[in-house]
């Protein structure tokens, strides 16, 4: 897979307005989930550590919640300890602009704005590792 990141744009849960271009030269996974959806919820931890372990190398995740109330996404955000960007999904933008709209789906994007890995389904560290790792060394 390598084809141009979709242009999309969003508010996280503070309200501002959040867009993947703001992120070129970064390396961006864009992860596509609900509150209510159980594998998604089992892979929140796995992200959070893999984060943790990696945002001091240009990346980040941009966490796409596809429709639950505001409240709910911060009450889960809480309660996870989720330390990356939440961007709120109402409308199911971030599903259309990816072509997908099975939950979770998770999207890494390289510092060229280039969808390098896609993946349907909750994602492990060892994927992470395997696969992601070494486009933060490019």
């Known amino acids: 897979m390598n084809q141009p990141a979709p242009e999309l744009t969003l508010q996280d849960l503070e309200g501002r307005t959040v867009s993947l271009a703001d992120y070129r030269g970064q390396v961006v996974l864009v992860n596509n989930w609900a509150t209510w959806c159980p594998p998604c919820r ?3 931890p796995v992200l959070e550590a893999y984060y943790q372990a990696h945002r001091r190398k240009g990346f ?7 429709g639950d109330p505001p409240e709910e996404v911060s009450a889960f955000v809480a309660q996870y300890g989720l330390s990356f960007p939440v961007l709120l ?11 997908n709209p099975a939950l979770p789906n998770t999207y890494v994007i390289d510092r060229q704005g280039r ?3 896609a993946w349907t389904g909750p994602v492990d560290r060892k994927a992470l ?7 933060l060394e490019e």
Do not use: N, Q
């Open 89 to 99: 999904d109402p409308e199911g933008r971030s599903l259309v602009a990816f072509g």
């Open 115 to 117: 969808i390098r890995l």
């Open 60 to 66: 980040v995740i941009l966490a796409v919640e596809a």
């Open 129 to 135: 590792e395997t696969y992601l790792t070494p486009l």
């Open 42 to 44: 089992a892979e929140m």
